[in-house]
C-alpha cells in the first residue's frame, strides 16, 4: 500500500499559478504511475494528468498547454498549474497507480480561483 499527501492548494485569481506536491510513501517500488485527478461540487471526479514511471504523460483535454506535471524520483509529484480558470475550481487528488492495479489517493487539496 502507498500512502500519499497532497499540498499546495489554496485561493488564486484567475490568471493565476499554483503548484501542487504529493509525495508518496510505503511501497513506492509498486508504483508504476502517478496522477492528479480532481473533483468539482456535484460532478464526478476526473482525471487531470498522469505520469508513468517512464516519464510520460497525458492530460485532460481542458488542461492541456496550461497545467504541467512532473516527477521528481520515486515518490514526488508536482502539478503546476498556470492560466487557471474559475473552473478549475475543484478538490485535486494524487492518485498512485501500483503493478497490480491498485490505486491509492490522498486526502486532497482544495484549489478555489476566484473570478
Known amino acids: 500500500q502507498v500512502q500519499l499527501v497532497e499540498s499546495g492548494g489554496g485561493l488564486v485569481q484567475a490568471g493565476g499559478s499554483l503548484r501542487l506536491s504529493c509525495v508518496a510513501s510505503g511501497s513506492i517500488i509498486s508504483i508504476i504511475g502517478m496522477g492528479w485527478y480532481r473533483q468539482a461540487p456535484g460532478k464526478e471526479r476526473e482525471l487531470v494528468a498522469h505520469i508513468t514511471r517512464g516519464g510520460s504523460t497525458n492530460y485532460a483535454d481542458s488542461v492541456k498547454g496550461r497545467f504541467t506535471i512532473s516527477r521528481e524520483n520515486a515518490k514526488m509529484v508536482y502539478l503546476q498549474m498556470n492560466s487557471l480558470k474559475p473552473e478549475d475550481t475543484a478538490v485535486y487528488y494524487c492518485?498512485?497507480?501500483?503493478?497490480?492495479?491498485?490505486?491509492?489517493w490522498g486526502q486532497g487539496t482544495q484549489v478555489t480561483v476566484s473570478s
Open positions: 492518485n498512485a497507480l501500483g503493478r497490480t492495479g491498485a490505486n491509492d
